[in-house]
């Protein structure tokens, strides 16, 4: 069995962890390469702006350059494993681990396993055989979705059916899939309004939904869960359902060919006109891309294009030479505000796959300036002014995801000195004594009290992936959800 599920994990992730391994501690080197990095991150950002000026290459060569790429894959790996641990020791059979009160936190009442079934393929995936053995045990033993609750459509299929799949993927576990196919039936009937949108609630047991009201992302960021569920199953009600969806909301995008904040499912009319990329609507934009390649949906693909076109001609500002995305009015096109945050930083990685690498740096390095503004990265900034609008840091991994997506597209090591400032602001700010913890203030470095499931997901998924070999993942048959969850071809 050991050797199957190991075989299987090769055949999605490559050997990349095995490779990784010289542990011990560079603590000295590390902060004099730190020191250095910063300097030359500041002059590679000058470099990625419109008008190139030429710096002088830093001493030692361009940043990134010096990396010890299985150093820092051990890195990443041994802050997934003590995350995990702590929350095996206070958290187990809940949903979340809260580090700093050691206690832990369940989103309904009652625990449907949200960090072990979300942070399941990163412990694969990161050669964590025990803790992913243990993970899967608890999950087949424990978890039931026949739950007298009313739970939020869109975070359960992104974070759990996702985690599901992808685990069921990645060890062949068919208790995995039954539980997701459950989960599946359970979730459909937030598609029965009269538009085919999904209401944003539905209770576990009785089906019943609510949310009428509800947003692009929870209704576009469903398709690559629900339609590999249906290539998995064979049953293309999921499919069907989500794809419906999407195209509904897609054709009720303006004549300028953008989409709103808000919109009820049962009118179709929009709530709220004002449009952007950051949270209720990034991850549509997404699935459109992300739905086209994992089906080979041409259609979407269209729609992914003409969409893509509208954000860059209508919500693109530029700024103190940089590139940006705010928000403008869905309709006339008129600025309504120069806002950008921490979730908008997911753009630079879809642009990469959407083939303009270009932009995508650029925007990156607009991200990068938003992270060092403090050392670590601000939910919301002004962009004109740089000044910080929400100051709070949930741990959240979108930068470094398209770090990732960069890293891979252009080879660039400036990349890998990213993701390594990246790792060491989280260790220096964020980490507990048992496990990470989200930030309420990145100007006071004030901690909350929570280890988010999507921090092993993908925060620390995609830093591993950006000092791993490229063949961690096979991009030619994988993608990966809003989640992180890789989702493999296989029809
Ligand atoms: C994750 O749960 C997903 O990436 C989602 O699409 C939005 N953001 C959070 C993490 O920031």
Redesign the pocket.
């Known amino acids: 069995m050991r050797r199957s599920v190991q075989a299987r994990h090769d055949a999605v992730c490559g050997a990349a962890q095995r490779d990784g391994g010289r542990p011990g501690c560079r603590a000295r080197l590390r902060v004099r390469r730190e020191v250095a990095l910063a300097g030359w991150l500041g002059l590679w950002l000058l470099a990625c702006g419109p008008a190139p000026r030429a710096p002088a290459p830093p001493p030692g060569g361009p940043p990134g350059t010096s990396i010890d790429r299985p150093a820092m894959v051990e890195r990443v790996r041994a802050e997934l494993r003590s995350s995990w641990r702590a929350y095996t020791r206070y958290a187990w059979g809940h949903d979340e681990l809260r580090p700093v009160t050691r206690t832990a936190r369940d989103w309904y009442g009652e625990s449907i396993l949200i960090t072990p079934v979300d942070a399941l393929d990163a412990l694969v995936m990161m050669g964590l055989t025990e803790e992913a053995a243990a993970a899967r045990a608890l999950i087949d033993e424990r978890l039931s979705f026949d739950k007298d609750i009313t739970v939020k459509n869109?975070?359960i299929t992104?974070?759990v059916l996702g985690g599901l799949l992808s685990g069921y993927q990645l060890t062949g576990d068919a208790k995995l899939l039954q539980l997701a196919d459950d989960l599946g039936a359970r979730l459909l009937p937030v598609f029965g309004s009269p538009t085919g949108m999904p209401y944003m609630y539905v209770n576990l047991r009785t089906g019943q939904v609510s949310g009428a009201k509800t947003n692009p992302?929870e209704i576009g960021?469903l398709l690559l869960e629900l339609g590999a569920l249906s290539k998995l199953t064979g049953k293309p009600i999921y499919h069907d359902k989500a794809r419906r969806a999407l195209v509904a909301l897609y054709a009720r995008r303006s004549p300028l060919g953008l989409v709103g904040e808000e919109i009820d499912v049962e009118s179709g009319q929009w709530v709220s006109p004002n449009s952007h990329v950051g949270?209720g609507i990034?991850?549509y934009y997404?699935y459109l891309l992300k739905a086209s390649i994992l089906f080979g949906d041409a259609e979407l693909g269209a729609m992914w294009r003409a969409s893509v076109a509208a954000l860059d001609r209508y919500l693109a500002d530029e700024s103190t030479g940089a590139l940006w995305y705010g928000q403008v009015d869905m309709t006339t096109g008129r600025r309504t505000a120069t806002e950008f945050g921490?979730?908008h930083a997911?753009l630079p990685g879809v642009l990469v796959l959407g083939g303009d690498v270009a932009r995508a740096r650029r925007l990156e390095a607009s991200c990068f300036q938003m992270w060092q503004l403090r050392g670590i990265e601000p939910e919301v900034i002004d962009y004109r002014t740089m000044a910080i609008r929400a100051p709070g840091y949930?741990?959240?991994?979108?930068i470094i995801?398209s770090a990732w997506y960069l890293r891979r597209a252009t080879g660039d090591p400036a990349y890998l000195a990213m993701g390594q400032v990246f790792l060491d602001a989280l260790v220096a700010h964020a980490r507990t004594d048992d496990g990470f913890t989200v930030l309420t203030s990145v100007e006071t470095m004030a901690r909350g009290d929570l280890m988010?499931?999507?921090f092993l997901?993908?925060?620390l998924k995609y830093l591993y992936l950006i000092f791993a070999p490229d063949d961690a993942i096979d991009l030619d048959r994988v993608v990966l959800t809003?989640?992180?969850h890789p989702l493999r071809r296989t029809w």
Not at 394 to 398: G, S, Y
């Open positions: 869109f975070e992104i974070r992302a960021t949270g990034d991850s997404e921490a979730l997911f949930p741990l959240r991994p979108e995801e988010p499931s999507y997901a993908e925060t809003t989640e992180a």
